[in-house]
């Protein structure tokens, strides 16, 4: 079945940097948009970025261009989201998933937090 294991989360000073992976698995990865989305408690989820299937084409949240970097790696299933400079407002549970998505299946998410 469709998983999507997110990962690489952690606390994070401002102005730092973490990179984050989703492991994919059980679909055919590499035919698939690849999204990053984040949520934050009592707020709905918001979409961060996606990448096309050949990883040409990209494309961001205006708060988050420049600073993040989507990329993702056929061979192995996994998308990744290089995050730099970060800010307080940036702290979230961070989710991958396909586009579309398989029902309404979600991963666990990783959590960020950026905080002095």
């Known amino acids: 079945q469709v998983q999507l294991v997110e990962s690489g989360g952690g606390l994070v000073q401002p102005g730092g940097s973490l990179r984050l992976s989703c492991a994919a698995s059980?679909?055919?990865?590499?035919?698939?948009?690849m999204r990053w989305f984040r949520q934050v408690p009592g707020k709905e989820r918001e979409w961060v970025a996606d990448?096309?299937?050949?990883?040409?084409?990209?494309s961001f949240k205006d708060s988050v261009a420049g600073r993040f970097t989507i990329s993702r790696d056929n061979t192995n299933n996994t998308l990744f989201l290089q995050m730099n400079n970060l800010q307080p407002g940036d702290s979230a549970v961070y989710y991958c998933?396909?586009?579309?998505?398989?029902?309404?299946?979600w991963g666990r998410g990783t959590q960020i937090t950026v905080s002095s």
């Open positions: 990448i096309s299937p050949d990883g040409a084409s990209k």
């Open positions: 059980g679909f055919a990865f590499g035919a698939y948009i």
């Open positions: 998933n396909r586009n579309p998505p398989y029902r309404d299946y």
